[in-house]
């Protein structure tokens, strides 16, 4: 590599150059969402970050193994270990079953990320298909002193661990009960639930287990289902910034607990984003903004992909309509001046080198951004410009190389298979990319190849 991939890791607290575990590999972890409800556009930033993140590694040479989970169980309304499952609470406001909204909304949210041109993972791992999996982590946890019961769950025992918090360097001496938590009976405000009992209270969502029917709480899910697609310790664990002080500081305690060791070499974190003159984006608050929205209001989606890329994954982002529509028109003026450039030029590599390390410097797409508009208006030869811009792109997921792929006209599972096939080319997995594109014409569609992108439309009908 020209220049080394530096990573911010939140845990250590500076910039790290990164190694991964495994030659030529790499175990990526991403908290998904609670499928309760709509993810909003803040939500949404999370996904594009850590796109960004795979779409460099991938530009390395390196294999990615993406992992990301779907909440469908045990993500109570507080962080507290109190009020009721997200879930309970989704269910009884669409009068459907907790089930129903959970495809429903994973189905939506798949919609949302492939609308934006976000990689799927390789795999999604959701938490009602591993409960199994989070009942022995708990067992483990419980074996070897960490856990303890009260009278509504088993919980983790967090003065077992001297260096409990270190991630979002908490003072545990400084909490009080009830300043973060409601004790109830639990020893500590910091202690969480591992296993919820059900109770008398009837829920759709439970299961038997060695300490009584209930229901997994919301930590043990990431850790048991990351251990086992990547292991006990894999590269990167990556989400919002709001995971840093709770689920993944306990995400750590449970894996120290079982291990001695917490998930991840890397932990990376996105920044809020913010609506105009308020805080964070919050569906608790009522004030967020989907990116159906945008798109009703007559915005191309990767519009919002730009806007979010002009500024660096760790910073707080302002939304505001007056900057979505300068980003929509920045966005149409590069591609029009890609479309006006010959192709069939080769890379310029004094270009790519600044534009990679731009990108390895903790991932500074506004840098790289920058850097493209400064070759458009450079003396480098035309064509080598278009090369170079369609390099740059499968950082930036802009699809630059032609018009923009059709969301209204296309179904989501086709744009889906159409940015796996961009990713099996990229990685030149051919005979997967075949498969694709089989799949895409069996599907009544056809595939139009672009520098590092398939764009797709419909079949014509027969005159």
């Known amino acids: 590599m020209p220049t080394e991939l530096m990573l911010f890791d939140t845990l250590q607290h500076r910039l790290r150059p990164f190694v991964p575990l495994r030659e030529g590999h790499v175990g990526l972890y991403a908290c998904g969402p609670t499928v309760y409800d709509h993810a909003h556009i803040g939500n949404l930033r999370s996904y594009l970050f850590g796109d960004t993140l795979r779409r460099v590694l991938a530009l390395n040479g390196l294999c990615v193994r993406h992992v990301v989970n779907i909440t469908d169980v045990g993500h109570l309304t507080s962080d507290a270990d109190s009020g009721e499952d997200k879930m309970e609470t989704g269910s009884r406001r669409m009068g459907r079953s907790a089930w129903e909204i959970a495809a429903y909304f994973t189905d939506v949210f798949q919609r949302d990320i492939a609308a934006l041109r976000i990689l799927p993972p390789t795999l999604w791992a959701r938490a009602t298909d591993h409960i199994a999996e989070q009942i022995d982590f708990i067992g483990d946890i419980e074996r070897r002193g960490f856990a303890y019961r009260t009278s509504d769950a088993i919980y983790f025992d967090t003065e077992m661990l001297d260096d409990y918090g270190a991630l ?103 920044a809020f984003l913010q609506l105009e003159g308020s805080a964070k984006m919050s569906k608790s608050d009522g004030n967020f903004l989907r990116l159906q929205t945008l798109v009703d209001a007559g915005y191309d989606p990767l519009a919002y992909r730009y ?6 994954y760790r910073s707080p982002l302002v939304f505001s309509w007056e900057a979505l529509k300068a980003a929509q ?44 508009w400064e070759l458009l208006r450079s003396p480098v030869p035309a064509a080598a410009k278009r090369a170079t811009l369609a390099w740059l792109d499968n950082a930036l997921g802009l699809g630059l190389a032609g018009s923009a792929t059709p969301v ?56």
């Open 168 to 270: 979002a360097r908490l003072d545990k001496r400084g909490l009080r009960p009830g300043h973060r938590v409601d004790v109830g009976d639990k020893r500590s405000p910091t202690d969480f639930a591992l296993w919820k009992f059900s109770g008398s209270a009837r829920r759709q969502m439970e299961w038997d287990s060695p300490w009584g029917r209930g229901f997994p709480g919301w930590h043990i899910e990431c850790s048991a289902m990351s251990e086992k697609h990547l292991g006990a310790l894999f590269d990167i664990h990556i989400g919002g910034e709001d995971h840093i002080p709770v689920h993944h500081t306990n995400e750590i305690a449970q894996h120290q607990a079982r291990h001695g060791h917490g998930p991840a070499n890397y932990w990376l974190h996105g």
């Open 307 to 312: 806007l979010v890329l002009t500024a660096h």
């Open 329 to 372: 028109t920045g966005l149409g003026r590069l591609r029009q001046a890609v479309a006006t450039l010959p192709e069939a030029g080769a890379v310029d590599a004094d270009w790519q080198h600044r534009m990679r390390s731009a990108l390895h410097h903790d991932l500074n797409t506004a840098g790289a951004l920058s850097l493209a």
């Open 408 to 463: 209204v006209d296309v179904p989501p599972t086709v744009l889906r298979m159409a940015v796996e096939r961009d990713l099996a080319r990229q990685e030149k997995r051919w005979a997967d990319a075949d498969a694709l594109r089989l799949r895409i014409e069996a599907a009544g569609y056809r595939v139009r190849d672009g520098a590092g992108r398939s764009m797709v439309d419909r079949v014509p009908a027969p005159q």
